[in-house]
């Protein structure tokens, strides 16, 4: 499994930046997509996630509202749409892909390089 995510930069509180994660190496029909975060100094957390089949979504308390994970099926890609961005959005953010619906990010089988988000005050 190989997962690029990009899309990160810099933006100030109150604005938006969608991340792209392409998947390749398998077929994901069955997997959950996953995005998690880690800010500095503090533990890896779940963002949220998709079920490819289906397009179900779950997302943490934190971001419901604000934030959407979307997939495309044309070019195997999966999205996280984040709006009304506040500085402890501020983080390294990864994709990952499991085909359970893993309790803890170092569960999830497989995950790409981060990309670095940055909101500003």
């Known amino acids: 499994v190989q997962l690029q995510a990009s899309g990160g930069g810099l933006v100030q509180a109150g604005g938006s930046l969608r991340l792209s994660c392409a998947a390749s190496?398998?077929?994901?029909?069955?997997?959950?997509m996953a995005w998690c975060r880690q800010a500095p100094g503090k533990e890896r957390e779940f963002v949220g996630r998709?079920?490819?089949?289906?397009?179900?979504?779950y997302y943490t308390d934190s971001v419901k509202g604000r934030f959407t994970i979307s997939r495309d099926n044309t070019n195997n890609t999966v999205y996280l749409q984040m709006n009304s961005l506040n500085p402890e959005d501020t983080a390294v953010y990864y994709c990952?892909?499991?085909?359970?619906?893993?309790?803890?990010?170092?569960?999830?089988?497989?995950w790409g390089q981060g990309t670095q988000v940055t909101v500003s005050s």
């Open positions: 998709i079920k490819w089949s289906s397009g179900r979504t």
């Open positions: 990952g892909a499991d085909r359970a619906f893993a309790k803890s990010w170092n569960e999830v089988e497989s």
């Open positions: 190496g398998r077929t994901f029909g069955s997997y959950y």
